[in-house]
């Protein structure tokens, strides 16, 4: 060692030519190394930066809409407007057909009753000195509120002649207008709400007429076209979950199935080749073409009935099949081979073995699989397009085979209303619910995994 | 109801048959109690033998019952009914069970068909009460004969063994009939597609225009080009925006990062990729557009709000984790013992990179790039939210586009009727994207396959 640097220690103290080229070079060198580092940290800025940006965007925009305006109106059941026969009783001897139908036809007279000048009486008592005419006065109730008092009266028809205290939804316009989504300096003619009716959601706002409380009917009402204000997710929600029922049901057994057959007792042969690249394959298969399928058999071959549950259930676990495979093949490689020759040598048959030994040690890889593809699925919309499921729905699905739409096909649907400045904000909050679903989703993941694998 | 009453005495027959073999085999065993199987085996041996049965009977009745209630309602129709052709025929006989079911009709129904109205609700009646006797009878046959079989060298594990097995195989089938399906479907349709239009003009045709063509004469009307294009431009802004800023978030991860800020960074880079894509095509539509199209007007450049730059870039965003965890995967499979020697020979760590690691990587990197092409080509929401939809031959990318994923979303939500070139071309769309997006896997595949291999 010390032979081999005796030649150069002489040398060191005259800084030669090339020890200064090589200085300078390092020089650059290292510039060279911090540059490259530093494009390092900007690709994960950029990264991070995407993650930030696209949250706090949705955040921003969808959280106000979980407020909504309410109106407090003193609601007076005119006696003078209200000209209905008192609601039918059944007589002893009255067939309950008989009944039924009497029932349904007083019911019909109550829908028939003018509702909307009860409302413009109680949003003109409300203020009083605001010179409004009735359309002006009517547009900053949402146009579905006339069906709440219908059916607080059919409910108690002795609020005939009282005066009832009631919460009602303002309409999207005003909604609008008092939450500043629109320009408040824009012309006339580009407002959605008159200038008479501007002034009077101000000035309800004001006496606390109006105010913005939490809104309860996302969860709670079904899609509305005519009442955008009142429309909400519960049939989407509903949707869903039949749909993730459906892909829990069949995707679950299959896939786990497939995965025990392939890693457990699969021959090597070019049969199960076929299956494993097909499996494989179909993991990389754009989602679009399975709603394809869907379209081509399940509906047009099968004749299933369009926009169900049942049908978005079937397609979405053909989708996450190969995922769900795929994941519980690794969880069952990870399995030691002691484990399995321990079983062997004690004379289990491999069928005891793998569900006895194997399969158990499993389960916390299986049901974050599951978790995985339920995800997954959840979110998935492009498929949904093309077996009918963005038809417009306005009730919840009793049964998977009831027509339906989807949480993300709902968001999508909402994305192209007409009412922009109304619905981004309703997008944004529906957004939140799917994207707070997933996460609830992969928290219960990562929960149950750390608890199941603390027990085995 | 009835399928209620089904499924209870399925389960009953079940439980029972169980029962049956359990105690037998118990019965059966010999004074110094060695059975070959557990008795459990014999009992779920037993309660196959009698359920199979059963279940078969009660398929066969679901799939050819309402072929048989209809050829009984048509043999009670008087003859001159009979001769009616379809919507007429289908009406009467829906009437004629919906008497049957007792829900009443709209109108007087005709004397003949509350005849035969009547005559079916006996027939199902009969019926059904036929067909749960068949089932039983057959149920109780096969656990009669199961159960004969029991002694006590009686190999009943192996047979529900080999049972299992073959439901495991039954569940790998699966797989291979949805790509059968998916190809099947595809190519059918697609075939009945090219019998309006030949294949040469769908695919060397310049102009995309399929609304105003009539059946049969709208040569040039289909072309894929300008989809192609479109899809091609988008996926190549998304691959500009990935691929560095994925590559150089894996180097940095695996090459510079201390464990602590690897852990916190992973997790929230891939947090983009469970994002759902129809969130990322409504931050295209309300955030990046508008944003994009603002930064152009500043700077003297016409970009539209949705327009190829603006899905590409998002889309871009969405394929960041895809490519940084693959290439991540990829880059810690280069030996150590490389990158020990680069840096013991004095070189600095990026350059270490640059000629050693990333060379050594190369061909892992480039399966991963060609598997994130083939998820940009198959993604669709984020190009039917953003892309702008205009299916032109453009080469500016701040002018709105259409894809091949958005046309077929758009030629077939809401149209089920098959029969049209404008829904079928549809399908062919769909296969030229199965087999682009089946190309690149494979081929990506077989690289990260062969790569893999080369290190192990």
Redesign the interface.
């Known amino acids: 060692m010390a032979n081999t640097l005796s030649p150069v220690a002489p040398t060191a103290p005259a800084p030669s030519e090339t020890l200064t080229k090589i200085r300078s070079g390092l020089a650059r ?2 510039a ?2 911090r ?3 530093a ?6 800025c ?3 930066g ?2 930030v ?2 949250f706090s ?2 955040l921003m ?1 969808g959280v106000p809409a979980f407020t909504q305006a309410k109106l407090t109106l003193d609601v007076f059941f005119d006696p003078a407007i209200i000209k209905v026969d008192p609601k039918p009783v059944r007589a002893p001897d009255q067939s309950a057909a008989a009944y039924e139908r009497a029932r349904l036809d007083w019911e019909r007279q109550v829908t028939l009753v003018n509702w909307n000048r009860i409302l413009e009486a109680a949003v003109r008592a409300a203020a009083p000195d605001i010179e409004v005419d009735t359309r002006q006065a009517l547009s900053i109730v949402e146009t579905s509120e006339r069906f709440v008092l219908r059916d607080r009266f059919v409910a108690d028809p002795g609020l005939l002649g009282q005066t009832v205290k009631m919460d009602l939804l303002a309409s999207a316009n005003a909604d609008n207008w008092l939450k500043g989504n629109i320009d408040r300096s824009l012309p006339d003619t580009q407002q959605q709400l008159s200038a008479p009716a501007r002034a009077l959601a101000d000035r309800l706002k004001e006496d606390g007429t109006i105010r913005f409380a939490f809104a309860s009917q996302i969860f709670t009402n079904v899609d509305s076209r005519s009442a955008p204000a009142s429309a909400g997710l519960a049939g989407a929600l509903m949707g869903s979950l039949y749909m993730m029922l459906v892909v829990i049901v069949l995707a679950v ?3 786990v ?2 995965a ?3 890693e457990e ?2 021959p090597k042969n070019r049969f199960t080749d ?2 494993e690249v ?5 993991a ?10 869907g ?3 399940f ?3 099968f004749h299933l009935p ?1 926009s169900a549950p049942l049908v978005g259930g079937l397609v979405l676990t ?1 989708m996450t ?2 995922t769900i ?1 795929i994941a519980t093949r690794s969880s069952l490689r990870a399995v030691s081979p002691s484990l399995r020759q321990a079983a062997l040598g004690l004379g289990a ?1 491999r ?1 005891q073995m793998v569900f006895h030994h194997v399969l158990p040690v499993t389960y916390p890889g299986i049901l974050t699989a599951t978790i995985i593809g339920v ?1 997954q699925a ?5 498929p949904l ?2 077996i ?1 499921m ?2 417009f729905v306005a009730a919840v699905p009793a049964t998977p085979l009831d027509q339906s739409t989807a949480l ?1 096909v709902q ?2 649907l909402w ?1 192209g209303n007409e009412n922009r400045n109304f619905f ?1 904000p309703r ?2 909050a529906a ?1 939140i619910v ?2 707070g679903l ?1 996460i609830a989703l ?1 928290a219960l993941a990562i929960y149950l995994r750390t608890r199941l694998e603390r027990r085995t | 109801m009835n399928s209620f009453i089904v499924a209870c005495l399925l389960l009953l027959l079940l439980g029972f048959a169980y029962q049956a073999g359990w105690s037998r085999s118990r019965q059966v065993a010999p004074a110094s109690g060695r059975l070959h199987s557990r008795p459990n085996y014999h009992g779920s041996l037993v309660a196959i033998w009698a359920v199979v049965p059963a279940l078969l009977i009660l398929a066969l009745w679901v799939l050819f019952g309402d072929t048989a209630s209809r050829a009984f309602v048509m043999a009670q129709l008087p003859p001159d009914i009979r001769a009616l052709s379809g919507p007429e025929l289908n009406q009467i006989i829906n009437r004629v069970n919906q008497i049957a079911t007792g829900f009443g009709v709209i109108g007087e129904p005709a004397p003949y068909e509350s005849a035969a109205g009547q005559a079916l609700r006996e027939f199902r009646t009969l019926s059904f009460a036929f067909v749960i006797a068949a089932a039983a009878g057959t149920g109780a046959l096969g656990l009669y004969l199961a159960r004969s079989r029991i002694t006590a060298r009686f190999r009943a594990r192996d047979e529900v063994e080999r049972v299992v097995r073959y439901l495991l195989i039954a569940c790998s089938v699966v797989a291979i009939l949805t790509t059968i399906g998916i190809v099947a479907s595809l190519l059918t349709e697609a075939i009945r597609f090219f019998s309006f239009v030949s294949p040469i003009d769908f695919f060397f045709g310049t102009v995309w225009n399929p609304r105003f063509s009539t059946v049969g004469a709208g040569s040039g009307e289909y072309g894929l080009l300008p989809l192609l294009w479109g899809t091609l431009m988008i996926s190549i802004i998304a691959m500009l925006v990935s691929l560095p800023i994925g590559l150089m978030t894996a180097v940095y991860l695996t090459q510079y990062a201390r464990p602590k800020t690897r852990n916190v960074v992973k997790p929230v880079v891939e947090v983009l990729a469970g994002i759902p894509t129809i969130v990322y095509g409504f931050f295209a539509l309300v955030s990046v557009g508008p944003f994009l199209a603002r930064i152009g007007s500043t700077v003297g450049l016409d970009i539209r709000a949705t327009s190829a730059l603006t899905a590409g870039i998002v889309m871009g965003i969405m394929i960041i984790p895809f490519i940084s965890s693959l290439s991540d995967d990829i880059i810690r499979q280069v030996p150590r013992a490389m990158r020990d020697g680069s840096l013991g020979l004095g070189a600095t760590q990026s350059e270490t990179i640059r000629r050693v690691i990333l060379p050594a990587a190369l061909p892992g990197i480039v399966g991963a790039f060609l598997l994130a092409v083939s998820r940009a080509i198959g993604e669709t929401m984020i190009v039917v939210l953003a892309a702008g939809n205009s299916p032109y031959l453009r080469l500016n990318p701040g002018e709105p586009v259409s894809t091949v994923t958005v046309t077929i979303v758009n030629q077939l939500t809401g149209d089920t009727d098959f029969a049209s070139p404008q829904s079928l071309v549809a399908f062919a769309l769909g296969l030229t994207l199965f087999l682009m997006t089946l190309i690149l896997n494979v081929v990506a595949l077989y690289i990260v396959r062969r790569y893999r291999e080369q290190y192990e």
């Open positions: 060198r290292h060279r190394e540059r490259f580092r494009y390092g940290i900007a690709a994960i950029a990264a991070l995407a993650v940006i696209l965007m949705i925009k057994p299959l896939g199935g497939t025990i057959y392939l007792f699969a076929l299956i097909n499996i494989n394959n179909l990389a298969v754009p989602s679009i073409v399975f709603g394809l399928l379209a081509a058999v509906i047009n071959y369009l053909l099949l190969p495979i048959s069928m995800a959840l979110g998935e919309t492009a397009l093309l009918g963005n038809a993300p968001i999508y994305q981004e997008t944004s957004i799917l994207l997933m992969n």
